[in-house]
């Protein structure tokens, strides 16, 4: 195994690689596989699939590393050298915008990184990539090797790891990729679209799929017909239902909580149920029904979206001490009316919000007595995450491979002693009911540390002299601003995003773009209406979704995209089926369940509002099991809840969710049921295939496999009723049902 030979720089490597290049050049033919499309081609040799490539630290070919060990494991110094060509990279754009990934014969995957991209000198549309290794790859022979920029994937090369031979065999229709004879001219910078123009079905479906809660005709229609930009603009102005709060989550009564909310009777009112009462008051339904229908209905979906990806980083749960829907309303209108906003200005707002006061003990720390739950979550999980963090999002690594801590227990201190002294406004809103509706107020007395404190990057806030409320308002204003100015917030809040709404694996390019625009909202690919500011959330999201790695109509590096979380599997569905009441006759109130809206995804381990911690209903660093792979939502899916998936599409597609005996039928309180739609297809259904194409397009813009294809006819063509009209309508049942429990609908890409 080589271990002491000293690396070559790129610049002096590629001085050297010319002549391997070169040669493959001399030898190609004029059959060469012509770059045609947007996706990266690796040059193989001319005869092959095997990839002209170098070790990086002696410069001589395969395999790799070159040893007659067959105990080799990689280690950090074996890197080699692969040429590629048609790279479409952006301005500025280097290594960090790539990916890649080998595969053995045993058909494991293994990400690598990919260390360098540089133009070959005298071949200036052939640049080299630097790859280092996996460490855990051994002597495995052949691997076959792709990488992958944009979310598009290259051709797969063939390179020996270890020994010469083995390995998988080359992927269905491969071809040699050898350089062409006349060196191809140098790729332009990719040039960002300008998006003011009509796009395609596809195009369309993929953007409706990361802006909206799912695609529907209407939307569909609409965003080819105005463009993303023009439906975006009309996203950030959508009006709310309840302007007042900025929100379409309506105000809430806040139920007396000593014992009188709920009585066994009320005279006066037929309608009157004592469990309904409780069920309205002291459970999460009104909340969980208000989020649904407007997942299903609302016009500003893109507000609905992020708001909910919000909820997940800046988490309270009503699960717990927050566990009254009133409660829990203020803070989620916060989210609503904060969602375009500033993330400083909504970071103060959920601060201070009773709810989050409340679960995170903030409202309890005191001088004498504080807690530190709030001050160490508003760091780990609301601002900076856990280490120090480059602009793109990696973490910057100790001398042995250690992530930096981005803050110590000492910091987590300092900031617990920033937050001492706030509570509820004093006095009741209702009969043993806090004031659970205004924002905290500092406490009267001594009960803040005024003492000075020592923040993140040494940042010293002087001990206070004022009183307690004025001390206790400077103190957390100085912190909050010390926290939101810190460098790793705009990557570590854009990346999140990306995960929630694009894909759990944003190359760290695409995340770095983004966290500039976060810095700084003028310095991003679309600045239209930038102002200068830091933590423009509005421009933040409509970088997310205008980004070159989240457009196009079809992405085919195999780790891009993300696992439909349920709650967006459930709205996506029902939304693309015209979703309706029970009886068809009006819309769904969004019950889904026969007492609570939590039926379908509370079972499927996301009942909304109630994540399980703090850390929400998963973690953003969750890894797919067996691999290296980001896939956050992975993290609540499990053989049983996979079987529920099924459950609940044979539910929806075949019987509905029937209506509630609870209250009595004519009560405005009774749920109206949750159907779909199926008449379109129905139409369809004298040919399977147009069925079969018509799910394509709306559940998968255009990507469903031919395999898939044939199974949906072949599960159709073997239903043959005699009567027309029943025939049709269990055709396009059951390929809506195939359709929609196929791994390729649980991923969006």
Not at 415 to 427: E, Q
């Amino acid at each position: 195994m080589i271990t002491s030979l000293p690396r070559c720089s790129p610049e002096s490597l590629l001085r050297i690689v010319i002549l391997a290049l070169l040669t493959t050049v001399s030898a190609s033919v004029s059959t060469t596989l012509a770059a045609t499309n947007k996706s990266p081609v690796l040059i193989s040799d001319s005869s092959s699939t095997r990839a002209i490539a170098l070790e990086s630290v002696t410069l001589k070919a395969e395999p790799f590393p070159l040893t007659s060990s067959v105990n080799f494991s990689s280690d950090t110094r074996t890197r080699i050298c692969i040429f590629a060509m048609n790279l479409e990279l952006l301005a500025g754009e280097a290594a960090n915008a790539f990916s890649a990934d080998v595969q053995d014969a045993s058909g494991k995957l293994y990400p690598l990184r990919v260390e360098y991209e540089g133009q070959v000198p005298g071949f200036p549309g052939i640049s080299m990539l630097i790859v280092r290794l996996a460490d855990d790859l051994g002597d495995t022979g052949d691997v076959l090797l792709r990488v992958n920029l944009h979310g598009l994937s290259s051709n797969r090369v063939r390179v020996a790891i270890g020994h010469l031979g083995g390995g998988p065999a080359d992927d269905f229709g491969a071809i040699p990729t050898p350089a062409p004879a006349t060196p191809p001219p140098a790729d332009p910078p990719l040039v960002p679209d300008s998006f003011t123009g009509p796009v395609s079905d596809a195009e369309a479906v993929r953007f409706l799929e990361q802006a909206t809660w799912g695609p529907t005709a209407a939307d569909i229609a609409h965003v080819k017909a105005v463009g993303y930009l023009a439906y975006l603009n009309e996203q950030f102005n959508a009006p709310v239902t309840n302007p007042a709060k900025g929100s379409n989550y309506p105000d809430l009564t806040f139920p007396a909580e000593d014992g009188t909310a709920c009585p066994t009777s009320s005279p006066g009112d037929p309608n009157y149920n004592q469990n309904v009462c409780n069920r309205d008051n002291f459970s999460m339904y009104p909340v969980q029904r208000t989020f649904f229908s407007n997942a299903l209905y609302g016009q500003d979906q893109l507000r609905q979206r992020v708001a909910f990806a919000l909820h997940q980083i800046l988490v309270v749960s009503g699960a717990s001490a927050v566990n009254r829907p009133s409660w829990l309303t203020v803070y989620l209108q916060a989210l609503d009316r904060g969602t375009f906003g500033n993330y400083r200005t909504l970071l103060e707002e959920i601060t201070l919000s009773p709810a989050m006061g409340e679960y995170l003990d903030m409202r309890l720390s005191t001088r004498t007595s504080p807690n530190e739950n709030f001050g160490r979550e508003v760091l780990q999980l609301f601002s900076i995450g856990t280490a120090v963090l480059n602009p793109d999002g990696t973490p910057q690594l100790d001398a042995q491979g250690m992530p930096l801590a981005s803050y110590s227990q000492t910091q987590v201190n300092e900031f617990t002693r920033v937050f001492t002294g706030w509570n509820f406004v004093p006095g009741t809103i209702a009969p043993g009911t806090a004031n659970w509706r205004d924002p905290m107020v500092p406490r009267g007395g001594t009960t803040h540390d005024v003492g000075s404190k020592t923040l993140l990057n040494g940042q010293v806030v002087p001990a206070c002299g004022g009183t307690n409320a004025a001390c206790a308002q400077s103190d957390l204003t100085a912190a909050l601003d010390n926290i939101f100015n810190h460098p790793n917030v705009g990557p570590f809040i854009s990346k999140q995003l990306i995960q929630h709404l694009v894909t759990s694996n944003p190359s760290p390019a695409y995340v770095e773009r983004v966290a500039k625009v976060f810095n700084n909202d003028c310095s991003g690919l679309y600045p239209q209406g930038c102002s200068n500011v830091r933590g423009n959330l509005k421009l933040v999201v409509q970088a997310i979704l205008l980004d070159p790695e989240a457009r196009g109509d079809v992405k085919t590096d195999p780790n891009y995209g993300k696992l439909r979380e349920p709650a967006q599997y459930i709205n996506g569905f029902l939304r693309a089926f015209n979703v309706k009441s029970f009886d068809k006759t009006s819309t769904s109130d969004g019950v889904l369940g026969s007492r609570s809206t939590t039926d379908f995804t509370g079972t499927l381990d996301q009942p909304i509002f109630q994540p399980a911690t703090v850390f929400s209903y998963y973690q953003p660093g969750y890894e797919v099991p067996g691999t290296k792979i980001l896939g956050p939502a992975f993290g609540i899916l499990s053989t049983s809840t996979t079987l529920r998936r099924a459950n609940d599409i044979n539910t929806l597609v075949y019987t509905g969710v029937q209506n509630n005996s609870s209250p009595t039928a004519g009560s405005p309180d009774r749920p109206r049921g949750t159907s779909i739609d199926t008449t379109n297809l129905e139409a369809l259904a004298g040919n399977p295939g147009d069925v079969a194409d018509s799910l394509n397009a709306l559940l998968l813009h255009g990507t469903m496999s031919t395999q898939m294809r044939n199974s949906l006819i072949t599960a159709m063509n073997a239903i043959n009723d005699a009567i027309v009209t029943t025939r049709n309508r269990k055709r396009a049942q059951v390929a809506i049902y195939l359709a929609a429990t196929s791994s390729q609908y649980d991923i969006q890409r």
